[in-house]
T-cell receptor, first 112, second 115 residues
């Protein structure tokens, strides 16, 4: 059973567009929701994270929207650039346990 | 470089051989995690240490896998009698207990190919 479901699997946008990646989770005990960016041959790098006590968090061009009642959260990338082309993973974890449950990833391609 | 360091970056081994990977976490981090990532998938949790204590193991961690963190610093992951299905990227991450939750920082991984 997949605890964190991510969509779409792949996404192509033009430079300056706003790609949106969605995730849904089942376990209401999850209380930490990070997004990771991964380039080929590299480890995942933390991009931005949110906790369920807020509905939105912005860091630079990246925004997380969180809907606790729907158990969904999404990543928006404003003014996307070709350098943003990468695979993005959402994840979730419970309290101090800390081990992350990842979605299957979204491969984003930003065309110049 | 003060990030998470993994060695080797790539390992090719024959089926049936044993392999060992090393992870050096960020120095002040007391939590260390191992994940496995196969092509086109997200990382999957394998095991986690707090200092030298191994606190959790995933069901993915068969009896051929063993992990240690003897002095609460670096960690090793050993796979015995490797199988082709073990081919994957093995990722190490570390985090600090000081954070309310974990902000895990990942290393660049060790890519294992079993032939």
């Amino acid at each position: 059973q997949q605890q964190v479901k991510q969509s779409p699997q792949s996404l192509i946008v033009q430079k300056g567009g706003i790609p949106i990646i969605n995730c849904a989770y089942e376990n209401t005990a999850f209380d930490y929701f990070p997004w990771y960016q991964q380039f080929p041959g590299k480890g995942p790098a933390l991009l931005i994270a949110i906790r369920p006590d807020v509905s939105e968090k912005k860091e630079g061009r990246f925004t997380i929207s969180f809907n606790k009642s729907a158990k969904q959260f999404s990543l928006h990338i404003m003014d996307s650039q070709p350098g943003d082309s990468a695979t993005y993973f959402c994840a979730a974890s419970r309290g101090s346990q800390g081990n992350l449950i990842f979605g299957k990833g979204t491969k984003l391609s930003v065309k110049p | 470089d003060t990030g998470v360091s993994q060695d080797p970056r790539h390992k090719i081994t024959k089926r049936g051989q044993n392999v060992t990977f090393r992870c050096d976490p960020i120095s002040e981090h007391n939590r260390l995690y191992w994940y496995r990532q196969t092509l086109g998938q997200g990382p999957e949790f394998l095991t986690y240490f707090q200092n030298e204590a191994q606190l959790e193991k995933s069901r993915l961690l068969s009896d051929r896998f063993s992990a240690e963190r003897p002095k609460g610093s670096f960690s090793t992951l050993e796979i015995q009698r490797t199988e082709q299905g073990d081919s994957a990227m093995y990722l190490c991450a570390s985090s600090s207990r000081q954070a309310a939750n974990t902000e895990a920082f990942f290393g660049q991984g060790t890519r294992l190919t079993v032939v």
